[in-house]
């Protein structure tokens, strides 16, 4: 056997046949799920509904809780917790925390005009984009308008097979010639990212003929006026669907993996858990690619709300140990690193850095700048990490998000070790992070399902 390629373990060399097939059925539910849940929104759903078959049921609704119970806090439809209540609420939680926003393009507030013979919604951007990735790709359309009466309606437009889809135009490169020169981060301005939704007049109309036809059809197919854009939110995102990658059929190629191969896979452990012995929770949050901010991301007292409530119901109602419980807490803020990429091999310190199919990652301080806003995990919790991955033959590495002061980012672990607890960074290496593509392997996908299994189950 083959013992390392490239300093690194390859999971497909460490297991067998009956494992390999293994991880491809379980990639077949990661499409699924990667093609029903394109918002936070759809995912929220999909995973209240996936986890209330498995018998968890609204820790609101109880009055008391005891050791077993399955449940769910769902916050305004786009942060969720999955809760299995442990032996002593007191020991402190195991918690696997991903997130379910992906970068996209929002529609404005008063989005529609019409120019040149045709009718476009103007966005602006979520999250770090390229810009010049979304044009002359079809696009989908997501979100909720919430009319002032206050009825909500759901709207995704662009992923039927017979739907028609929407796209942003790119310039010709026979006149492009300025544009190619520019730097390529202007060549694509944020106000460019224009959405051509319509070219057909309403007849006998001198003026807005095609911004009319637009509305007349929103009001037709939807209830939706002008004015209702104003309380809408309204998401493009790649029309096209997830998809194997590879003559060999080894790797998942799709948008928004960054994060939604996290929250699936942990998604998949939790449901699998019997009876843990110390109280997990399984947190999908929301605003992580905006720097974890509003009511729904992880700056918010989310956690420590959720954690009250539980303790509460628990029939401990000092406060003071609802602090304790969060400080002697484990964690693991399941998100995503880059791979090295044979392409752009200048960016990537490559003894250091993350491969892919080398195992789920284990990133002990992101950040910039020397280290600016990393929470850099503390080595002893790093070693027990180690130690349980290696007992239960979960593939891991380590991975540094790529060369010092090339760049850098960071996740929801900052916000996690703010209350005490130990945490760490863990799962999938991506190419093309947070292009309209990503793609993972389909050997990491299942060495993250089986390291958040193993986390929640054995931590202590
Ligand atoms: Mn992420
Ligand atoms: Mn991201």
Redesign the pocket.
């Known amino acids: 056997m083959i013992e390392k390629r490239n300093n690194r373990p390859n999971v497909w060399d460490r297991v067998d046949d009956r494992m390999q097939a293994a991880m491809h059925s379980f990639s077949q539910g990661y499409l699924d799920f990667l093609n029903r849940a394109k918002t936070e929104r759809e995912a929220i759903e999909y995973i209240q509904q996936k986890a209330q078959q498995y018998g968890f049921t609204s820790l609101e609704a109880q009055n008391s809780i005891k050791p077993g119970d399955k449940l769910f806090v769902n916050q305004k439809g786009k942060l969720m917790a999955l809760i299995i209540v442990g032996q002593n609420p007191l020991d402190g939680f195991n918690l696997v925390v991903s997130?379910v926003d992906t970068p996209r393009l929002d529609l404005k507030p008063r989005p529609l005009y019409e120019a040149d013979n045709l009718a476009l919604f103007k966005t602006h951007y979520y999250g770090g984009i390229k810009k010049y990735q979304w044009p002359a790709i079809p696009l989908a359309l997501h979100g909720v308008v919430v009319k002032k009466s206050g009825e909500r309606i759901t709207v995704c437009i662009g992923e039927k097979e017979d739907d028609a889809v929407l796209a942003i135009t790119d310039l010709l490169p026979h006149l492009a010639k300025d544009q190619m020169e520019k730097k390529m981060n202007e060549g694509i301005k944020g106000e460019d990212l224009n959405i051509v939704v319509g070219s057909y007049p309403l007849p006998d109309l001198k003026e807005d003929a095609f911004k009319q036809h637009i509305l007349n059809l929103l009001q037709q197919q939807y209830g939706i006026e002008e004015e209702d854009f104003a309380s809408a939110e309204l998401q493009a995102v790649p029309a096209f669907k997830a998809r194997e990658v590879g003559l060999d059929r080894s790797m998942i190629g799709a948008y928004g993996q960054?994060?939604r191969v996290s929250a699936y896979t942990s998604l998949e452990a939790v449901l699998a858990l019997k009876q843990p012995v110390r109280t997990v929770i399984c947190l999908f949050a929301d605003k992580?690619?905006i720097g974890s901010t509003g009511n729904t991301g992880l700056q918010s007292l989310a956690l420590e709300n959720i954690a009250a409530e539980l303790l509460t119901k628990s029939g401990i109602k000092d406060y003071y140990q609802v602090r304790k419980t969060l400080a002697r807490s484990f964690a693991l803020s399941a998100?995503?690193n880059a791979a090295v990429d044979p392409s752009f091999p200048d960016v990537f310190e490559k003894m250091n850095c993350s491969y892919l199919s080398a195992g789920v990652v284990l990133t002990k301080y992101t950040g910039s700048r020397g280290k600016a806003e990393a929470n850099d995990a503390n080595p002893e919790f790093v070693a027990s990490i180690r130690r349980l991955f290696d007992e239960a033959g979960v593939v891991w590495q380590v991975g540094e998000l790529g060369k010092v002061d090339i760049g850098g980012g960071g996740?929801v672990a900052q916000y996690l070790a703010c209350y005490g607890m130990e945490v760490v960074d863990c799962g999938v290496a991506v190419l093309s992070m947070h292009s309209p593509f990503e793609i993972v392997s389909k050997a990491d996908i299942y060495m993250a399902y089986q390291a958040y299994r193993v986390f929640m189950e054995k931590m202590s």
């Open positions: 997130h960054d994060d992580e690619e998100d995503v996740t």
